[in-house]
């Protein structure tokens, strides 16, 4: 491994998660209770859902269960992008609902204004800045393609010189830089802080338990862990890229790995080698892509490229660390910023996030309207799924809005086959999509045909 040596130290922990600050461990569900509201999942999907409950109808009891800790998994270690976006981009959701995208985006932006608004709200401290986002472009045909893009005040298109003013490295073509679609925020603590304003408004959370069984009882459904069940009217499912308590929604989701680099702390003279004075949240263009962003204390995290698959949709601990990813993000890493040969990264990890075959997320109701769910968000869900909750509490109530009147909200992404036809389609997409990156951008007939059916891979 050529960058071992500047790995060797790092911890495995992700670096978000690795504070003094996270909150005590609370209680396991043990015997019987009763709630109007069942939230499976303490990620940001379920948080968001029991916090919105409430602030709904003060007087709903709800009892929020998460198998392990809040903010264990892609809440508290993904890369603290919450964007505006909820179509995974505009070129996305064009291309699949093109009469709904002014209602879209205009969504979007109110749920991001929203988000702003209930951290000042709770009080809760998780470094939110509305830097904007920068998409650059690391090839000749990715500059072509940002050129043509709708402009605006807020969205502005940069040209080589311009984006190597923002930040300063020799594989920028152009960027485009939208100004206030997309805030960086510390994850983990936007995720403890969101427990904490949902114990605050009287939300029984109950860690360490994990949902084994969802079923009627007579009029209610009952949810079960190892210890304890709990019966309710209504039941939310937020549980994403894990096995989810419905059937009918596995086949439209695969667990895939995501791995992520921290930098140790840059120092002043490394800080101004690369410039980034407006600190935005950077992702480049390819299809396999990197995303990078600066913390509070001057560390760049480094993540993305590799999205792995393994056979049979396999979900485990030992797959969160992998050598080989960590070498080639690091060479990439120096790649991008050759003056800062040399620096050590502090942290290194992956885990699962979940995507679907549209690239967003996906609702629906079962149960006769008892239960509903979000999931698919594809890496982009530290905005999106506070939207998503708004979709499954209306979905609950039986009313139509307008965000239920959605196609997007009313139509399912093109499932995935079983195995092995499932493994075979997504090693066949992804090694298409890094050819198509070194091949001007060109996609070749597999994915021309993906297109054509609407179905696709990505993280």
């Known amino acids: 491994m050529k960058y071992h040596h500047l790995?060797?130290?790092?911890?495995?922990?992700?670096?978000?998660?690795?504070?003094?600050?996270?909150?005590?461990?609370?209680?396991?569900?043990?015997?019987?209770?009763?709630?109007?509201?069942?939230?499976?999942?303490?990620?940001?999907?379920?948080?968001?859902?029991?916090?919105?409950?409430?602030?709904?109808d003060p007087g709903r009891d709800v009892v929020l269960l998460e198998a392990n800790r809040i903010g264990w998994a892609a809440s508290g270690r993904n890369g603290g992008f919450c964007s505006a976006s909820l179509t995974h981009g505009a070129d996305n959701g064009e291309s699949r609902w093109p009469e709904e995208m002014d209602t879209l985006e205009r969504l979007g932006r109110e749920n991001l204004d929203q988000i702003e608004a209930t951290l000042e709200r709770y009080g809760i401290d998780c470094d939110f800045r509305r830097s904007g986002e920068l998409a650059v472009a690391t090839a000749e045909w990715q500059a072509e393609e940002l050129a043509s893009a709708d402009t605006s005040e807020d969205v502005v298109f940069l040209d080589r010189?311009?984006?190597?003013?923002?930040?300063?490295?020799?594989?920028?073509?152009?960027?485009?830089?939208?100004?206030?679609?997309?805030?960086?925020?510390?994850?983990?603590r936007l995720a403890f802080g969101l427990r904490e304003a949902c114990l605050r408004l009287g939300v029984r959370i109950y860690e360490r338990s994990p949902v084994s069984v969802l079923e009627r009882d007579d009029l209610l459904m009952r949810v079960a862990t190892d210890r304890g069940e709990v019966l309710a009217p209504k039941v939310a499912l937020a549980t994403n890229a894990f096995p989810s308590l419905l059937r009918r929604v596995r086949s439209f989701i695969v667990p895939v790995y995501d791995y992520a680099l921290m930098t140790e702390p840059l120092s002043e003279p490394q800080m101004k080698a690369i410039g980034?004075?407006?600190?935005?949240?950077?992702?480049?263009?390819?299809?396999?892509?990197?995303?990078?962003?600066?913390?509070?204390?001057?560390?760049?995290?480094?993540?993305?490229?590799?999205?792995?698959?393994?056979?049979?949709?396999?979900?485990?601990s030992?797959?969160?660390?992998?050598?080989?990813?960590?070498?080639?993000?690091?060479?990439?890493?120096?790649?991008?910023?050759?003056?800062?040969?040399?620096?050590?990264?502090?942290?290194?990890?992956?885990?699962?996030?979940?995507?679907?075959?549209?690239?967003?997320?996906?609702?629906?109701?079962?149960?006769?309207?008892?239960?509903?769910?979000?999931?698919?968000?594809?890496?982009?869900?530290?905005?999106?799924?506070?939207?998503?909750?708004?979709?499954?509490?209306?979905?609950?109530?039986?009313?139509?809005?307008?965000?239920?009147?959605?196609?997007?909200?009313?139509?399912?992404?093109?499932?995935?086959?079983?195995?092995?036809?499932?493994?075979?389609?997504?090693?066949?997409?992804?090694?298409?999509?890094?050819?198509?990156?070194?091949?001007?951008?060109?996609?070749?007939?597999?994915?021309?045909?993906?297109?054509?059916?609407?179905?696709?891979?990505?993280?």
Not at 180 to 186: E, F, L, P, Y
Not at 372 to 399: K, P
């Open 318 to 459: 030992r797959l969160d660390q992998r050598p080989e990813t960590f070498d080639k993000l690091a060479g990439h890493f120096f790649e991008t910023f050759p003056q800062l040969e040399g620096l050590k990264f502090g942290h290194k990890w992956g885990g699962v996030i979940d995507t679907c075959s549209r690239f967003c997320a996906f609702f629906g109701t079962a149960h006769g309207g008892a239960v509903a769910y979000a999931a698919g968000y594809t890496g982009l869900g530290v905005g999106a799924t506070r939207f998503g909750a708004d979709v499954m509490l209306d979905l609950l109530s039986g009313e139509a809005t307008e965000r239920t009147e959605l196609k997007m909200v009313r139509s399912k992404p093109v499932p995935f086959p079983p195995e092995p036809a499932r493994w075979f389609g997504i090693t066949v997409t992804s090694n298409a999509l890094a050819r198509a990156d070194g091949n001007g951008g060109r996609r070749n007939l597999w994915l021309r045909t993906l297109d054509r059916f609407g179905m696709g891979f990505d993280s």
């Open 7 to 56: 790995l060797a130290d790092a911890s495995p922990t992700p670096y978000w998660l690795d504070t003094r600050d996270r909150p005590g461990a609370l209680d396991a569900l043990a015997g019987r209770a009763t709630a109007d509201l069942v939230v499976v999942g303490g990620g940001y999907s379920g948080l968001w859902t029991a916090l919105l409950a409430k602030e709904r």
């Open 161 to 188: 010189a311009a984006v190597r003013e923002q930040l300063a490295s020799p594989t920028y073509h152009a960027g485009l830089w939208d100004k206030t679609g997309c805030a960086m925020v510390d994850p983990a």
């Open 276 to 316: 980034w004075e407006n600190r935005q949240g950077v992702g480049d263009s390819a299809n396999h892509f990197h995303y990078y962003r600066l913390s509070a204390d001057n560390r760049i995290l480094w993540g993305g490229y590799d999205a792995v698959y393994h056979f049979g949709s396999k979900i485990s």
